[in-house]
């Protein structure tokens, strides 16, 4: 048989290119689900301090906190529209700790923490929950400019944002990155496409993260897509792409930064996948997950999640135990108590200042009507 015939039967092999898709992908683990290292080299080259590592589990105990606490505030109706992100602190946090105040992010609904630790004051996200114009206000406490572009509720459309910033800095030859988080839902949208293979044409400075988290609202990953693994999506337009064991923090921690010098270097962009779980609801209006998943399902995630093997790690190292743990929380609880007030004392808009914030110049008709409402005190 000739070698051309051998080929042709491999090209012609459908089931064995499904196969050859599921294997193609392993994923990147360092820190096991006991809390133990799995790949000793691994960790070396992270190159994680010992500051590093407490500044990482300080981010993902801050995340948690605000979870727990936007959800009450939610419940109280003194908060508006809230997506929890239980279960996916080391997606976020220790991933976007590879990052630095230069690179843009473009986040999705689900990813106020990864602003708030560029410097984005608490009271501002809280908001943005609400509507507010100056939750749309990204600059810090002492009115620095932040990086972060406002958390896209049109489903994989920041992708297609973080490839024009990435092109933009690419051709201003910056050290500089656009990076941008969706869902395993973001990636069935047109956006999610659109942005990945734009960038990968012009080797846009991004980076690009799908936080497989189960379900797009209550509809499981496993009907959205055929493909075995959603890092294959980022093959088809030419991008280097990884799976990466979502709950593990050194390992995003790891994937982020070797990512982010690769697309900062000028060479393109890459895609990563990260298998994590959402715990709690979509969001707080009025998702009931237990119509779509069971109990014992998110029991089970919950065993998995990122803070207790990272808590296991950093014992053992001797860097971490349950009294700093427990001072950091009351810390983070103390400035968000604060935050609230201030953000309670934010004067409420008027019917007036949302017809001034729809257009920089506001058209004959809305000037009348913002005459009108403004002769009512309204």
Do not use: C
């Amino acid at each position: 048989m000739s070698d051309i015939t051998v080929t042709n039967e491999k090209i012609l092999d459908f089931s064995g290119q499904l196969t050859l898709q599921d294997e193609t992908f392993p994923t990147l683990q360092i820190l096991n689900q006991a809390g133990e290292i799995m790949d000793q080299a691994g960790l070396e080259r992270a190159n994680l301090s010992s500051e590093d590592l407490v500044q990482i589990m300080q981010r993902m105990l801050l995340s948690r906190q605000l979870d727990i606490r936007s959800t009450k505030l939610a419940k109280q109706g003194r908060f508006g529209f809230f997506a929890p992100t239980a279960g996916q602190e080391a997606s976020q946090m220790a991933s976007s700790y590879a990052f630095n105040d230069e690179d843009w992010l473009m986040p999705g609904y689900r990813d106020i923490p990864q602003i708030i630790v560029k410097g984005w004051p608490i009271w501002k996200a809280i908001l943005w929950s609400r509507g507010h114009v100056l939750g749309n206000v990204f600059t810090t406490a002492d009115d620095q400019p932040v990086n972060a572009w406002m958390p896209q509720i049109i489903i994989g459309a920041q992708y297609v944002e973080a490839a024009g910033i990435g092109l933009g800095l690419k051709k201003r030859q910056k050290d500089a990155v656009a990076y941008a988080y969706t869902g395993d839902g973001g990636s069935s949208q047109g956006d999610f496409y659109e942005g990945v293979n734009f960038a990968g044409a012009y080797h846009a400075n991004a980076v690009f993260f799908i936080q497989n988290n189960g379900y797009a609202i209550s509809t499981p990953r496993g009907l959205q897509t055929a493909a075995p693994h959603l890092a294959a999506k980022g093959w088809a337009a030419g991008v280097p792409s990884l799976v990466v064991d979502g709950n593990d923090p050194i390992a995003m921690y790891l994937a982020a930064k070797e990512a982010r010098q690769w697309a900062a270097s000028g060479k393109g962009p890459v895609l990563i996948e990260t298998l994590t779980d959402r715990l709690e609801p979509h969001s707080t209006a009025g998702d009931d997950p237990l119509r779509y998943r069971t109990q014992d399902e998110i029991d089970t995630w919950w065993q998995k999640e990122p803070l207790i093997r990272m808590r296991k790690f950093m014992t053992d190292q001797g860097i971490w135990d349950e009294e700093k743990e427990a001072a950091y929380i009351a810390e983070v609880n103390a400035l968000i108590d604060e935050q609230i007030k201030i953000t309670d004392n934010v004067p409420k808009q008027k019917i007036s200042d949302f017809i001034k914030n729809t257009l920089a110049v506001p058209s004959y008709a809305m000037t009348e009507q913002i005459e009108k409402f403004e002769s009512e005190g309204k």
